[in-house]
């Protein structure tokens, strides 16, 4: 073996380190066993160094986006959040407990191909929300650098050089392992939370002092658009592109696992840890509305509308830029610091995000290579993507506020959507009321938002393609795969094997295609295989029958069922798939049993393209050479493999 073999195979081994679990149910970070849950209040700070980030850019935007309207425009904003966001996701966080979010109630309620093409769909915008918050933090971060007066003079026109910097460091990090994490979250946030509280209060002062800023902003308002109820109409209309200040809802219920629980609870209903989640939602929920607000009255009466366009000392950091004003260079660059620290954080937790969702659908779809399921080389894909978004839009916040904001509002549209069908279906008419009206908001601001900033849809089209296109590549290349997690005989199934095993060291499958369940259809169907392959008139055999289900479903749990029909020994299995469950239940039977099995089969009627599409699309179509190519496939040892028999 030469040494470069040794090396590649070493860091293949370094690259799928983890890659343990194949169901596809617990990945990434967010681990089906987590070794140490922590305080709602701990893991609040994980999520919140996503959200609570934003007051480093979010007043800027707003300002940017609603000018002098940007107070009102935030209060709606906050009511939205607290009296329709919230809602919502402490609902999610009562029926998707385990982290999955608001995507996995659509995928419960929405099954069949129709759903997961939706799913995949919510997909795209998901990593569009996540990619953009990774690649923004890192521009903003960037820009907090650049504007701080001790910064050296040759960061300024190297914006770029230095947000993808940022963005390799965060990649380094998931390289080596995200542990401590939520340590490092809560001395981000509190530090950060604090420092926005001093700037905030010394600006209000100043506001106090200097009451006049608050009459020539009236006035301002006032010349610009006429009487209050004109005022609260247009910010009713231009409060969607505030939209970056409801980022962190998805997030919150997607570190849950983090979250201890009670005493009672129980893996069907862990009812201390949904109550820790629903804290951690209203609680950061209230902090940063409050921080919404206040931010938003100090940057629009202290700083010049001029200095929020791009090239202003104010744009991408209002608070800092009063920081600065205020509280002169040295708290300045404390507070810079800081902003710098929480907002590449953010993009770790925004990275811990794609590393829960992405395994946990597209793997199982079977529309992503295994090496999906492993952390290392998903960080790489989603890191190189970081660097091609950054280099686009050459690390500048405001362009890509909009493609941030269609991905949040998509979400949570999303989930609004989930919790009134979910509200529907329990048939609680005052909550399916409560719960549409949500959501006909969101819709409503989710449309203004993609109609005034088209580029962010554009954006998430190009990942929607992107993971359609790949999507449908993977799950035809693996086609031919065994696709079962798990397969368990009943008693009376492995005694039906185990017998003939043990009498004929032999065991003879019949596959037979449910039909009536009539004595005749077994009769006819055991007479015409006898006579056409030339099974010994004395020999048992067994039917084993599949009854189609949810053919969009790549992997499965196979129980495998023993029942006598009309004297017949049958073996039940419920799949969405024939061939594959056909093969994986014959591997099952020769490792029980120590025998190898045969299984005879008809040839299926009809055209061989459309039975191969049949077979892509619903699980059938000609099943005995696709069971065959199966198991060839899957055992390399000709003589362990099982014999497939055709008429």
């Known amino acids: ?142 820009a907090h650098a650049v504007e701080n007066p001790f910064a050296p003079s040759w960061f300024h026109g190297n914006e770029v050089v230095i947000t993808l910097v940022l963005v390799a460091l965060l990649a380094a990090v998931f390289l080596r392992g995200f542990k401590e994490a939520i340590n490092i979250a809560v001395v981000l946030v509190a530090v950060f939370l ?28 006032t010349a610009q658009h006429g009487n209050p109820v004109v005022m609260v109409g247009i910010a009713l209309i231009v409060f969607p592109k505030l939209a970056l200040g409801l980022s962190g809802f998805e997030t919150g219920v997607a570190v849950m696992p983090q979250i201890s629980g009670k005493p009672g609870d129980t893996e069907a209903n862990p009812a201390g840890r949904i109550r820790g989640a629903q804290r951690l939602l209203t609680t ?80 199982r779809y079977g529309m992503a290579p295994q090496w999906a399921r492993a952390v290392r080389p998903l960080v790489i894909v989603f890191s190189l ?84 296109v790949v999507s449908i590549v993977s799950r035809v290349q693996r086609s031919f795969q065994l696709r079962a997690t798990s397969v368990t005989l009943d008693a009376a199934a492995q005694d039906f094997v185990l017998a003939d095993a043990d009498a004929y060291d032999q065991v003879l499958i019949v596959a037979n295609e449910p039909d009536d369940g009539s004595a005749s259809e077994y009769k006819q169907k055991i007479s015409e295989e006898r006579r056409d392959s030339g099974i010994p008139s004395r020999r048992p055999v067994i039917f084993l029958e599949v009854y189609p289900t949810d053919s969009s479903n790549f992997e499965e749990d196979l129980e495998v069922r023993g029942v006598v029909r009309h004297g017949n020994r049958v073996l039940q299995v419920t799949s969405g798939n024939i061939p594959n469950t056909i093969a994986t239940v014959l591997l ?13 089969f008809e040839w299926t009627e009809g055209n061989p393209i459309s039975n191969m599409f049949k077979y892509l699309i619903t699980g059938g179509g000609e099943v005995a050479p696709v069971t065959r190519e199966v198991l060839r496939r899957a055992e390399s040892q000709r003589s362990r493999r099982p014999d497939v028999h055709v008429s």
């Not at 970070?29 to 994980?46: D, F, G, I």
């Not at 329990?426 to 819709?443: D, L, M, N, S």
């Not at 099952?588 to 005879?600: C, E, F, S, W």
């Open 194 to 221: 604090v420092l926005n509280a001093i700037v905030i209060v010394v600006s209000i002062g100043h506001v106090a002092q200097n009451a006049v800023v608050v009459t020539d902003w009236w006035a301002a308002l």
């Open 1 to 142: 073996m030469t040494t470069s073999t040794v090396r590649r195979r070493g860091l293949g081994a370094w690259l799928l380190d983890g890659l343990t679990d194949d169901s596809g149910s617990h990945q990434g970070p967010h681990a089906a066993k987590v070794e140490k849950t922590n305080s709602w209040w701990r893991v609040m700070c994980l999520t919140g160094v996503d959200y609570f980030s934003t007051l480093g850019y979010q007043p800027a935007i707003a300002a940017v986006a609603a000018g002098l309207l940007s107070p009102l425009a935030t209060v709606v904003l906050v009511l939205l959040t607290l009296f329709g966001a919230l809602p919502v996701y402490r609902r999610v966080a009562r029926e998707s407990f385990r982290g999955e979010g608001s995507i996995a109630m659509l995928e419960r309620l929405l099954p069949w191909w129709g759903g997961k093409l939706f799913v995949l769909v919510l997909l795209g915008f998901a990593v569009t929300d996540f990619m953009i918050t990774i690649t923004l933090s890192a521009a903003d971060a960037t």
């Open 284 to 363: 950061a929920a209230i902090i940063m509305s409050t921080f919404l607000i206040t931010s938003s009255i100090v940057t629009t009466f202290l700083i010049p509308q001029e200095q929020f366009k791009s090239g202003g000392e104010a744009n991408g950091r209002a608070l800092a830029y009063l920081a600065h004003e205020y509280l002169g260079p040295a708290f300045g660059t404390i507070y810079d610091i800081s902003t710098i620290c929480i907002l590449w954080f953010a993009g770790a937790s925004a990275m811990a995000g794609l590393l829960n969702l992405v395994p946990r659908y597209l793997p």
């Open 588 to 600: 099952a039977i020769r490792d029980l049993t120590g025998t190898v099995p045969d299984i005879y």
């Open 385 to 468: 993507i970081a660097f091609v978004i950054t280099i686009v839009f050459q690390a500048d916040v405001d362009a890509q506020g909009g493609a941030y904001a269609t991905g949040v509002l998509v979400l949570i549209t999303s989930a609004s959507v989930a919790v009134t069908l979910s509200a529907l279906h329990k048939k609680q008419r005052k909550r399916t009321i409560g719960f549409g009206v949500i959501a006909i908001v969101f819709v409503y601001t989710t449309i203004t938002n993609v109609f005034e900033r088209p580029d962010g849809v554009r954006i998430a089209a190009l990942f929607i393609l992107g993971i359609l």
